[in-house]
């Protein structure tokens, strides 16, 4: 599945079978970014990538578990060597957490901060090499605005999310001498899936919830940033006042 590319750019986007990095492949795709879509469900990836070639991309698919630490920087490594013009990199992947910290087991504690932190750390630096080499790069991080306050049996989650923070401001300073550009995507809450998933229990109005459509416009704003600017941080918030 790789058609000829119809730009010089591409976008590597974890967490790209659904939600916000589906939302996001999409979008790309209709602006004329290429995509490498990672993720863990490879048939999910594989519609969203003939949904991207569908409008013109193209699209190859890379069934990735970010969770295996020891193996994700060498993977994308691999990715962006089989990658044409690969300059883009969106860390989407992550999950949701609710509980109070002082009854959090330590095994969750641990699941979360591996993937929604150490999982980039390990993606920004598979990636640092190729980017370095060719003198350019855009690295969008998505964070959220639990990265800014936190929220009540949100502890755990927002830890990973200031550390998420603390991450791309430091990478932001020790890369920009080489060309790389990086921002930080800060959203309120998101109908997507992570509220289904069994570590998040919210009985939130999901309806008055930011869209992943609305958030992926907001990645594509940054990311298309002309090439003297940057968009540190953006923060996105629900116009209905939802959290």
Known sequence: MNPIATTNRTALIT?????IGKATALAFAKAGINLALVGRSPDKLTAVAEAAIAVGASAKTYVVDLSQ????????????????NLDILINNAGMGYTGAIGDTP????????????????QCIQGILPHLR?????VIVNISSIASKQVFP???????SKFGLMALTKAIAQEERGHGIRVSAVCPGSVNTPIWDTDTVHADFDRSAMLTPEMVAEGILYAVL???GAVVEELTIMPS????
């Not at 330590?106 to 750390?121: C, E, G, K, Y």
């Not at 209905?240 to 959290?243: N, S």
Request: glycine residues 10%.
């Open 69 to 84: 630490l020891d193996r994700v920087a060498t993977q994308i490594a691999e990715i962006a060597a089989d990658s044409d």
């Open 15 to 19: 967490g790209a079978s659904s939600g």
């Open 133 to 137: 080499r060719q003198k350019s790069g």
């Open 106 to 121: 330590l095994a969750d504690w641990q699941r979360v901060i591996d993937l929604n932190l150490t999982s980039v750390f």
């Open 153 to 159: 049996d949100w502890g755990l989650y927002s830890v």
């Open 240 to 243: 209905g006042g939802a959290l």
């Open 225 to 227: 940033a002309p090439a």
